[in-house]
């Protein structure tokens, strides 16, 4: 069965062409990130536009390079919630008028059910298993107990993980996203440099805080500009890399001693960091458990993964119709369309 990804919830345009769930035939993304750039974040006026623009010619060059017509395509599988509601109204509207015209199933996605689904590419990960994901907007512990069927375990109660180092990156002067830039940097600094608290949250043994760890970087990076003194960038960038990877690994641990996880997932952008991936992998092998993280290009966001989840989403029998809205939130575990 071929379906037709189609995400648009930030600044990616992003489009596949995916059998079966596993096997990507095509995927192309095009991104408004450089323009982003100039602002130190997404401007969602810019990204909705650049997505009104794009989103036609993306699409066509992906079933071209599928070989294949709207005709020889099975279902159409589009991301409706969370993100940038004017950016994610763009791939909605063009899913609803391509699947009216083609006569083909419209199949609404969870962005990050999607993040998740990226592990089923060309893999042979089945549920159930214990799942981190950590995006720019998100940070959950959830128990796929099946292709859609998910509890969460827990979240953040603040700021998520890709956005303490996006803002960590943007205090340091860093290229946005800071995420990417203090992975790179982080190589070449000392990171016992500086010590952070990980953070306590009450009444909960999963759920994740990063604003306390977020404000005590900036201010560390305030403080030394105040002073005029030299501040070794490389070496905060590496001690607050540290500071979340541990405190995100922390409550994993918890989660798969409590819960007795025979598999371990992690998705969503910030699973492109090669701290998280190298530590998440040790802390698999002490559990003797096996890890699953995707190919780093299919990390960050991508139609692959939303192909991949709506083909099992459609087997379930998740099928919209042309009153589908789009949505700026919308929990994991509940989902409503
Ligand atoms: O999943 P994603 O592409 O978009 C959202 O759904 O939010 O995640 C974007 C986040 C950003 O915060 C970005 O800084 C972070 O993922 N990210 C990284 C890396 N690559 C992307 N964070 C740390 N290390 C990376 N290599
Ligand atoms: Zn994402």
């Known amino acids: ?11 990616e345009t992003a489009a596949a062409v995916v059998e079966d769930g596993r096997k990507v035939l095509s995927s192309v993304i095009a991104t ?28 066509s060059e992906v079933l071209e390079q599928a070989n294949c017509t709207v ?12 993100g940038l509601i004017g950016s994610l109204l763009v ?16 199949v609404p996605v969870h962005h990050l059910r999607g993040h998740i689904a990226s592990n089923y590419i060309d893999t042979e990960l089945e549920p159930e298993f214990l799942c981190l994901v950590v995006s720019g907007g998100h940070s959950h512990i959830v ?11 827990g979240k953040t109660r603040d700021d998520a993980a890709g956005e303490a180092l996006d803002k960590a990156g943007r205090a340091m002067g860093l290229e946005y996203p800071g995420g990417v830039s203090i992975d790179k940097l982080s190589k070449e600094g000392n990171e016992n440099a500086f010590e952070f608290t990980h953070p306590k949250v009450n ?52 989660a798969i001693e409590n819960t007795g996880a025979k598999q371990v997932v992690i998705a969503g952008g910030v699973s492109a960091n090669s701290k998280l991936r190298s530590e998440a992998e040790k802390l698999c092998k002490k559990h003797r458990i096996s890890l699953s993280i995707p190919q780093l290009k299919y990390c960050g966001d991508n139609a692959a993964m939303i192909g991949a989840q709506g083909y099992f989403e459609y087997k379930k029998g998740v099928v919209a119709d042309e009153s589908l809205n789009a949505y700026a939130t919308m929990p994991i575990d509940k989902i409503n369309y």
């Open 143 to 153: 128990l796929v107990k099946d292709y859609t069927e998910i509890e969460v375990i």
């Open 71 to 82: 005709d020889d395509i099975d279902a159409i599988a589009v991301t409706y919630a969370p």
């Open 1 to 11: 069965m071929k379906i037709l990804g189609i995400e648009s919830s930030c600044d």
């Open 203 to 254: 009444d909960s043994l999963y759920d994740y805080s990063f604003s306390g760890l977020k404000t005590a970087v900036i201010n560390i990076i305030h403080n030394a500009n105040q002073k005029g003194g030299e501040i070794n960038k490389a070496d905060i960038a590496a001690s607050f890399q540290k500071a979340v990877v541990d405190c995100l690994l922390e409550k994993l641990e918890l």
């Open 32 to 59: 408004s990130l450089e323009e982003h750039k100039l602002y130190g974040g997404v401007v969602p006026e810019i990204a909705s536009r650049r997505h009104a623009e794009s989103i036609s010619g993306v699409v």
């Open 91 to 106: 791939g909605v509207n063009f899913a609803k008028g391509l699947a009216l015209a083609a006569d083909k199933p419209l």
